[in-house]
Structure formats: C-alpha cells, structure tokens
C-alpha cells in the first residue's frame, strides 16, 4: 500500500460505483427478462455455445464486481469519503456502459441473443441501446456536476 | 464402504475437537468443521450418492460435497489449529511444508482454482461420469477427489489458514470470478448438452447454476469482509478519516 494521498478515496468512490452499477445492470437484466417477463432464457437454442459461454461469462462478472464495489463501498463510507453524487454518477455510468456494450457488441455484433423473440426487433433494440446511452449520460453528468462541486468546495478549505 | 468414509470423517471431528478442548478454541470453528464434516457426509454416502444416473442427484451432491462442505472445513482453519495444538517441533515440520513448493504451487489461487473447474469440466464433459458412475469405489474416489479439489480451491481463495504466499485480494478475487465462471458456463453447457444416459439433465444444471451462484457470492462476500477488517485497511481508513493537517 502506498501512502494515501488525498486522490485515493476518491478514486475507490468512482470504482465502487462504477462496479456496483455494471453489477446492478446484469442484476436488472436477470431479474426483469428472464424472471419477471420471460423474454430471455437460460439457454437459447438460437445463439449456440457462443451464447452460452457468453452468458455464463458475464453472470459470474457481474456478481462479482457487485460483491467487489459494495465492499469497497462499505470502506468508502468508514474512510467518511461517501459523496453521494459522485457515487450515484459513477454507478448509472457503470450501468449505462454496460448496458450499451450488451446491446452494441452482445446482441448487434456478436448476436448471442437478443431482446425479445419473435417481434420486430427495431424498436426494442432502440429501446435498449437508448437506455443505455441515456443511463451512461446522466452518469456521465452527475460525475461532472459532482467534479466542479468537489473543486470548489476543497478551494473554500 | 460408506462406512470407511464415515468412520475417517467421524474420526477428523473427534480429533479436531480434542485438539480445540485444551486451546480456547473458538466454538464457531468446532462448529463449521463439525457442520463441514456432516455436510461432506451428506454428500459422499447419503441416498444422493447411491442416485446413479440422475444428474440432479449428481450435482445436489456435487454442490454439498465439492462447495458447502468445503467452505465450512476452511472457516474451522483447521491447519491455524493444527499448528497450535502440535509440539512446538513438529509444529515447525508442518509450516515447512507448507512453504515448500508444491505447497506453494498448488496453493495459488490461479491454480487451485483452475484443478477444481478443470476436473469438474473433465467429468461431466468427457464422458467420464458414465464409466465411473456405475462403479461404487469408482464413484467414491471421484466425489473424494470433489470434495478435496473444492477445499483447496476454497482455502486458496479464503486463505484463512497461514499461507506464507498469500496472493492480495483482486488476485484471490478474480481467481475466484474465473472458477464461477467456468462453473456457470459448465451449467449452461449441461444443460444444452446433456450427457448420454442420464435423468433429470435440465433440472440439475439449473440447480448447479443457481446453487454455485449462491455459494459463489457468499464466499465472494467472506473473502471481501476479511479484505474490510483485514490490517492494513483499517490502517488507510484510520489515516483518511482523520482530518488533514492544515
């Protein structure tokens, strides 16, 4: 451990969210679409071992990272660096990432699977690649907003 | 040949608990090995053992034999109170083994992790589960070997024991992360592609995913809690909590 400069919590508050939301996403997707509404399934006859390792891969990512940012987040708070802003930027940015890159790269590119079955896909892919891009923006806001609030708070100090 | 398997786990209770008599010994880890050992039992000479052929038998056992049991056999640290309860020269012997380099290779994370979901893979992939499933020594010796791959896995991830390499905790927790993975895709790959000859194929690879997912984040949440209550973090949050010189 090196010596803890005043950058070090910070830095763990962004990768705590950061993890926490891209857990949190692949939490949501398990639980509203292939839960809740069905659309997606635990095998998918139509996307072949590519999907299943796919799959298998980014459940087992997804629950880690959550432990992971949770952990660190619970250390963040007994550091009192907990700045809510900040936390909450980087955590719909985690979310919007990943969300984009499993619409993008999972059902675009590599088409492992996709939203829903059966339906014209456009407006649904629209409908999650947008999700995406709009959680990733706002994340992306937030950090800004909290960015130039730290600056001048710690110009006061 | 249940009953050997019965009288080698009752006598490792038995020792266990004399060992910790005389050493104010912490009773939650009597208990966890004890609870282990009950566990491995279950799973090695119960009616899901003698369920030959059905696969949701198979992999409930698997996850008692080869995931429950183990993390309960590596939160009693039984080496911690081995080296305690030993003389103070065979103590030595025991650390020395520790330290050599077979220990220290099969002791990495990276590698325990990798015999664990290997032989796990090799198993049920090849083919070999058929053979060896009609065979009771045969099957024997595999949930054996299960049960033994899945508590060195564990107590190399947890590292609750002195282990004099231990590796930080990203690297435990990726180790960790990747084992999950291949465990998962393993469940998934069952399940499209179920073995010849067997029952309940779909059923069980559900119940290994679901099962392995919940084992796999408790011992993620044991290995990140030791990280927050670890030394050296409490040091860092002490010095960042307190206020900055001016």
């Known amino acids: 451990m090196t010596a803890p400069g005043p950058a070090r919590p910070d830095r763990r508050l962004l990768l705590s969210g950061l993890l926490f939301g891209v857990g949190a996403m692949g939490a949501v997707d398990e639980i509203v679409f ?7 399934h635990f095998y998918d006859r139509a996307g072949g071992d590519a999907a299943l390792v796919s799959d298998g891969l980014l459940h087992a990512v997804t629950w880690s990272v959550t432990v992971a940012g949770l952990a660190l987040l619970a250390d963040v708070r007994r550091r009192g660096g907990f700045a809510p802003r900040t936390w909450w930027g980087a955590a719909l940015t985690g979310a919007g990432a990943f969300q984009t890159f499993d619409g993008v790269v999972d059902h675009k590119v590599l088409r492992v699977h996709q939203v829903r079955y059966g339906v014209d896909l456009l407006g649904y892919d629209v409908a999650w690649i947008g999700a995406g891009v709009v959680l990733l923006a706002v994340g992306l806001a937030l950090l800004a907003r909290s960015r130039t609030t730290t600056t001048t708070t710690s110009a006061d100090r | 040949m249940s009953g050997v398997v019965l009288a080698i786990l009752a006598s490792a209770g038995l020792l266990y608990v004399l060992a910790a008599v005389d050493l104010r010994w912490s009773p939650l880890r009597t208990a966890s090995w004890l609870a282990g050992l009950a566990v491995a039992a279950g799973g090695l000479t119960g009616p899901l053992a003698a369920a030959h052929g059905d696969l ?52 990495d994370p990276f590698v325990a992790v990798a015999l664990n979901v290997g032989g796990l893979w090799l198993l049920h992939v090849s ?36 282990s ?62 030791q990280w927050y209550r670890s030394r050296a973090a409490v040091r860092d949050a002490e010095l960042a909590a307190r206020p900055a010189p001016v």
């Open chain 2, 164 to 225: 004099p390499h231990r590796r930080g905790v990203v690297a435990r927790a990726v180790a960790l992360g990747a084992g999950m993975a291949g465990h998962d895709v393993l469940a998934k790959w069952l399940y499209a592609h179920p073995p010849d000859g067997v029952t309940n194929a779909a059923a069980g690879a559900r119940l290994l995913y679901d099962g392995g997912t919940v084992v796999h984040v408790l011992v993620a949440a044991l290995l990140w809690r």
């Open chain 1, 34 to 40: 292939h839960q809740l509404l069905h659309w997606h």
């Open chain 2, 127 to 162: 083919g070999l589960l058929g053979t060896v499933a009609h065979s009771p020594g045969g099957h024997l010796l595999v949930s054996v070997h299960v049960l033994l791959t899945g508590w060195l896995a564990t107590a190399a991830v947890l590292a609750v024991d002195p």
């Open chain 2, 56 to 107: 949701r038998a198979h992999l409930a056992a698997h996850l008692l034999t080869g995931m429950v049991a183990p993390v309960l056999l590596v939160l009693a640290a039984p080496v911690t109170l081995l080296l305690r309860a030993l003389p103070v020269r065979r103590a030595r012997l025991v650390s020395r083994v520790l330290r050599s380099g077979p220990a220290r290779v099969l002791g």
